[in-house]
């Protein structure tokens, strides 16, 4: 019987059962994309992440949600590369080590700040992001039971990629963002119409005095911390100037009490922005094998 060793690794928090929680099956090069469908599944978090050998790169990896595979994705990344280091699959070099990822459209560098005590922080440079389709606020906000004066005026409802394209908009307030009410049925319609594979609602306050931004994530489910379209956001905000400075920290998931807290620094001028650095600690939860 074919066994795989796997991790459960909670990624943006230093607590365990807080964050958003990722699955790591170990080498998985023999596992075909239904398998790891199938495991993704079983799982039932909002992804899995398999670990394979790269030509290209120190490490491959590909992320699965219950539904379908995605080109990239923050919080796999931060628990992929956590667990690799923890287990000596991969080793630190120094404080900060640097390594490159092979995800589905290519490698990306991800950095390892570690001390005495272990790894401390896990930073993926995410790709240059692409600022597609915008929306109108009456087209989308119904969505989740909100009038198009919920969200901030002045700038866009728009689609934003740093590597899996998210639907950014922007509200007034923590108020707003508490009272959603998503409709499942309204909000697939729309995906089935639009260019984005999840929604990334967010307003201009932290849930606590540590945060810039604080953020839900739909997709229809609610995910805990959302570390691609946390990205996205953050080149969003410096592109259109709501945020006077190009690093801050975003908080998500604390309603659903999984608080979770990344680092978020945009890199280059606002009208052409190379690239967003979004890094959080994690923490294991769970070491298993998986019988197939």
């Not at 379908?68 to 923890?86: D, K, N, Q, R, S």
């Not at 120094?94 to 272990?118: F, K, M, N």
């Not at 009456?138 to 990629?161: F, K, N, T, Y």
């Not at 909000?187 to 089935?192: D, E, K």
Request: glycine fraction near 8%; aromatic fraction near 8%; proline fraction near 7%.
């Amino acid at each position: 019987m074919p066994s795989y060793p796997f991790m459960q690794v909670d990624a943006f928090t230093t607590q365990r059962l807080a964050g958003n929680a990722c699955a790591i099956v170990f080498e998985a090069d023999d596992l075909s994309a239904a398998t790891m469908q199938a495991i993704a599944r079983e799982m039932n978090l909002s992804e899995t992440a398999f670990v394979l050998r790269s030509s290209v790169a120190d490490v491959r990896a590909r992320y699965f949600t219950p539904e379908a595979e995605i080109p990239l994705a923050g919080h796999p990344t931060i628990a992929t590369v956590f667990a690799l280091f923890e287990t000596g699959r991969l080793t630190v070099r120094g404080a900060s080590t640097v390594i490159q990822l092979e995800l589905r459209d290519g490698p990306i560098p991800v950095e390892v700040v570690a001390s005495a005590e272990g790894i401390e922080r896990v930073v993926m440079t995410q790709r240059k992001p692409q600022f597609l389709a915008t929306y109108q606020a009456e087209e989308v906000l119904p969505v989740w039971g909100l009038s198009p004066g919920a969200v901030l005026p002045a700038v866009p409802i728009q689609v934003v990629s740093t590597g899996t394209p998210q639907l950014m908009v922007p509200l007034k307030g923590l108020a707003e963002l508490r009272n959603l009410q998503v409709d499942a049925a309204a909000y697939r319609r729309l995906l089935a119409r639009g260019d984005f594979f999840s929604a990334h609602l967010f307003c201009l306050q932290g849930a606590t005095p540590a945060g810039q931004t604080f953020a839900r994530h739909l997709a229809p489910f609610e995910d805990p911390f959302t570390g691609s379209a946390t990205g996205g956001m953050g080149a969003y905000l410096w592109r259109y100037g709501l945020i006077d400075q190009p690093t801050f920290v975003a908080e998500q998931g604390h309603w659903m009490e999984r608080p979770g807290q990344a680092t978020v620094e945009v890199v280059g001028p606002r009208s052409d922005i190379t690239t967003v650095k979004v890094g959080g600690s994690a923490v294991t939860v769970l070491h298993g094998e998986l019988l197939l």
